[in-house]
């Protein structure tokens, strides 16, 4: 606390701030992790790699940013969060359970008959997921729709969205992000989850994304890039944004599989459940790290 | 004879009814993929601009779009070409807007062959169809302009997903002013104990003159107008049926999958007598003018008529 607000004071108090922020949140980051890995371990498929590669931004969002009530998740000026690249269903669903939308319990019934936890998100099934997702492209749609509806109701609630690199593909991305980008949607901050890497292979192999931050700043939008595996750079990025007359494209440069060393930059972990024995590997290098 | 009302476009009807509801009720959104003038939700547009969205030529946008605007406890209506509406943006309707039963209510025009002259890549015959076998989706295709309005009125208040197909041309007047619209509730045209005529869309138009002309050679034909294909009006057409043990199935769309396909369903299942489906013998369309169409692709009257002799067995 510096009386004078010098330049150093300000340092000396950010730094304690950072310091803060990474002891709250990179606890839960690793929860989730080993969660993550249990979840589809346990149920013998899912998307091990794209879940583990988005882990902070959701802890972010989720645990920093967004107004949202676990215990009403209908509130109408929540913030909203939408999961277009919904294959990453698991880390969305950790995140939930331990924000407190439903019990860590639910985890261990992932994609089984019956559970509340789908495949992929369903707005129907489980509490907290604002609108069903799966089918790729669609969901920066639905954000923008979220975002249009918000504000002509006058809402001040935000919305965040979360794409893939792979997803980028898709020619519904870049409809979303012309019409965001004409409607100067300020209430909208998308991520890109941009671990390079999709099914088939390294996403320069497949199809090219070209000039990402380009792309987005001529398609309108304020782009910012962001070591997506740093809680602290996540959070200025997402406070930042908020200044923000337009909408925000967070590039967040991350690692497919981050956190468990056979799963990183693994193409064959993109779609592939983790053996139990590789499961139980994978859970004592989440504990140990 | 069937008395002369004149004829008037469905997408007037959807103008003014949207006019009627956005009036009353600040929940209504209205979107549109660049074809505000011929869908006619321009006039909505010039009224309520603040609850207007044009998605420019970007169906799929536009679908899922929609859907977002409907959690926040908007009631859209989603517009463009029944084409585009349901064959571009497939994928968005049945994943993002129908999986999740939102509250959109796709109103397209521009169905059928009756598209006429712009041809077969803007002649939706295939729409009603995959519509129809989304799980959840509710289809609608009205017979004229107080149908098509009061459908519309009708279809903002009952949750979930819609699809609503509109046409082109204008149709022939069938009902009034005081003409009210029941989901699921066919209508009874014309009573007839000999043959049933089930008919949507400017079929029931086309059923009506058919069973005049079937009236002249003895033949009393009964028509009804189903203008809800899903959930289908099981009740009526099975008492029909049953009664005239001949059906017939006329519609302005593939004889796949449509009206007829669903009729078809439903007698095979539960009362099988003889069937005949009037509509697109699982071709494309073509270029050229309403009545020339209609005549090549077999949904006149007399076409009509001739169904209804062959299912009795009777030559022409």
Redesign the interface.
């Known amino acids: 606390m510096n009386p004078l607000g010098s330049p150093a004071g300000e340092s000396v108090l950010e730094a304690e701030e950072e310091r803060a922020l990474r002891e709250r949140l990179e606890p839960i980051c690793k929860g989730v992790r080993w969660d993550v890995v249990r979840m589809i371990g346990l149920a013998g498929s899912g998307h091990p790699g794209g879940s583990l590669s988005c882990v902070e931004i959701l802890v972010c969002l989720y645990f920093y940013k967004m107004r949202h009530r676990p215990s009403d998740p209908r509130w109408?000026e929540r913030d909203?969060f939408?999961l277009s690249k919904g294959h990453a269903a698991p880390a969305l669903y950790a995140v939930l359970a331990r924000a407190g939308y439903f019990s860590r319990e639910e985890l261990w019934k992932l994609r089984q008959w019956g559970s509340m936890l789908q495949g992929h998100p369903?707005?129907?099934r489980t509490p907290g997921v604002?609108?069903?997702?799966?089918?790729l492209?669609?969901?920066l749609?639905?954000?923008?729709?979220?975002?249009?509806?918000?504000r002509?109701?006058h809402?001040p609630a935000r919305v965040y969205a979360l794409i893939g690199d792979g997803e980028s593909q898709e020619?519904?991305i870049w409809?979303?992000a012309?019409?965001a980008g004409?409607h100067r949607l300020s209430n909208l901050v998308a991520f890109l989850d941009h671990n390079s890497l999709q099914i088939d292979g390294p996403c320069c192999e497949v199809v090219s994304l070209g000039d990402i931050p380009a792309k987005w700043r001529s398609f309108g939008w304020e782009v910012q890039e962001v070591d997506g595996h740093d809680v602290v750079e996540i959070c200025r990025a997402l406070d930042l944004a908020e200044a923000s007359e337009r909408p925000t494209m967070i590039v967040a440069h991350t690692v497919k599989g981050k956190g468990v060393s056979f799963m990183e930059n693994a193409v064959e972990f993109h779609g592939k459940a983790p053996t139990l024995e590789e499961m139980e590997r994978a859970l004592r290098e989440i504990e140990e790290s | 004879m069937i008395p002369d009302k004149g004829s008037k476009h469905t997408r007037d009807a959807y103008a003014e009814a949207l006019l009627e509801l956005g009036e009353k009720d600040h929940r209504i959104v209205v979107m549109d993929a660049d074809l505000a003038k011929s869908t006619q939700t321009e006039r909505f547009k010039e009224r309520f601009p603040e609850r207007f969205i044009d998605c420019g030529v970007a169906e799929q946008n536009l679908m899922a779009t929609a859907a977002g605007l409907a959690t926040t406890g908007k009631i859209v209506f989603a517009s463009s070409f029944a084409m585009f509406a349901t064959g571009r943006a497939y994928d968005q309707v049945r994943n993002t807007i129908a999986y999740s039963h939102l509250n959109v209510k796709i109103c397209a025009t521009h169905g059928g062959i009756t598209v006429g002259e712009d041809g077969s890549s803007h002649q939706a015959l295939e729409d009603v169809a995959l519509m129809r076998l989304i799980p959840g989706m509710r289809v609608v295709v009205p017979a004229d302009y107080y149908e098509a309005r009061e459908a519309v009125k009708a279809v903002a208040y009952l949750e979930g997903p819609f699809y609503i197909r509109l046409g082109r041309p204008k149709f022939p007047v069938l009902f009034d002013e005081d003409y009210r619209f029941r989901l699921g509730k066919a209508v009874m045209m014309r009573p007839g104990r000999d043959v049933t005529i089930l008919a949507c869309g400017i079929m029931v138009y086309n059923s009506l003159v058919a069973a005049e002309i079937l009236a002249g050679e003895g033949i009393e034909a009964e028509v009804l107008n189903v203008h809800t294909i899903k959930p289908l009006d099981e009740e009526a057409i099975l008492a029909s049926a049953s009664k005239t043990g001949r059906v017939v199935t006329c519609e302005d769309h593939s004889i796949l999958g449509g009206l007829g396909g669903a009729v078809a369903e439903l007698l095979s299942e539960k009362l099988p007598v003889p069937l005949r489906r009037v509509g697109i013998r699982d071709r494309f369309g073509a270029s050229g003018g309403v009545e020339e169409l209609m005549e090549h692709y077999g949904l006149t009257p007399g076409h009509v008529a001739e169904a209804a002799r062959s299912v009795l067995g009777r030559a022409a």
């Open positions: 109408p909203r939408v369903d707005m129907r604002e609108i069903s997702t799966g089918s492209g669609q969901g749609s639905a954000a923008c729709g979220m975002a249009l509806g918000l002509i109701q809402n020619g519904g409809e979303a012309m019409l004409h």
